[in-house]
């Protein structure tokens, strides 16, 4: 069901478009990426291990990796290569390769300063080619999300890594940073779901600076529609609109975060989202216990 606010987000769907249940069976799906090659969706569900991929064309559901060392996020890099973040190896990795429909991993990042990372949960490319995933501990905190162990560094943090492969910290002052988002080169968008705020920074190079900018999704029509929850992951649209996951579906905000335009009202907690399909305007969720698509009249935005 589509719950609009405002004639801008009725123009964003075809007439008729609802939410359709593609795929279900999972218990935490999560971390969804189109990758075009494939014409897949690739998502995770955290909690049972595995990864899967839904071919689009025809509907079908695969196995990708069980076990998936509890992946979380994924993203494209640069090269349009798949990207997943891991809990249970507390790495970032990258599929180099894929052999009989699976990937061949490698790790682009696990240390800081000799020191594991937590659990990457989400990740997303910048324009110059660098990739930012955020760091909390939910992957070792967790039991049905990991494997557990100790939290080794000092914070809960978001990193970049360079295309030459060098990491850095450009943000260490969030409590739970998750889903994150470029709206432009120097633009970010951050959930986190230590407080349920998403922040906006300021990007420079390896440097992010907090603006005064946030929101809350549970903020806006409270009254209303009082299932707002928190943001976990986000993605914008080709005009700078903010699609947030939420505990009522997902929320479509203004692209400065102060509107909330509509919501696609699903039954389940949607954890997140992303868009894909060979035109680009499909948006897929990944809410629980299911996964679910609604045709669009735009496309994400992508720097790859
Ligand atoms: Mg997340």
Redesign the pocket.
């Known amino acids: 069901m589509l719950i609009s606010f405002s004639p801008e987000f009725d123009a964003l769907f075809p007439s008729q478009a609802v939410p359709k249940q593609v795929a279900d069976g999972f218990t935490w799906a999560?971390?969804p990426v189109y990758l075009p090659a494939r014409d897949e969706v690739i998502f995770s569900d955290v909690r049972q291990n595995k990864t899967w991929r839904f071919r689009v064309s025809d509907e079908s559901l695969h196995l990708l990796e069980s076990p998936s060392h509890h992946q979380?996020?994924h993203c494209l890099d640069a090269a349009g290569r798949l990207v997943a973040c891991s809990h249970g190896e507390r790495a970032l990795l990258v599929a180099i390769d894929w052999q009989d429909d699976k990937p061949i991993w490698d790790v682009l990042a696990s240390h800081w300063e000799g020191k594991r990372l937590n659990s990457p949960?989400?990740v997303c490319l910048h324009p110059d080619g660098s990739l930012w995933f955020s760091d909390p501990t939910y992957g070792i905190d967790k039991p049905e999300e990991g494997y557990g162990g100790e939290m080794e560094l000092e914070g809960r943090w978001v990193f970049r890594i360079g295309s030459g492969g060098e990491l850095s910290v450009p943000i260490r002052d969030r409590f739970k940073p998750?889903?994150l988002a470029f709206a432009s080169a120097s633009e970010l968008w951050l959930a986190d779901t230590g407080d349920g705020r998403v922040y906006r920074y300021e990007v420079r190079g390896t440097e992010a600076k907090l603006t005064s900018q946030s929101f809350a999704v549970s903020e806006y029509e409270a009254e209303t529609y009082p299932r707002g929850g928190k943001t976990?992951?986000l993605r914008l649209d080709e005009q700078g609109r903010i699609w947030s996951s939420a505990a009522d579906g997902v929320r479509v905000l203004s692209p400065c975060g102060q509107h909330l335009l509509g919501i696609i009202a699903l039954p389940e907690v949607c954890?997140?989202l992303c868009f894909g399909g060979s035109e680009g305007n499909i948006l897929f969720m990944t809410a629980t216990n299911a996964l679910w698509k609604i045709e669009t009249n735009i496309r994400g935005m992508s720097f790859s």
């Open positions: 999560e971390g979380n996020g949960n989400d998750n889903g976990d992951g954890a997140n």
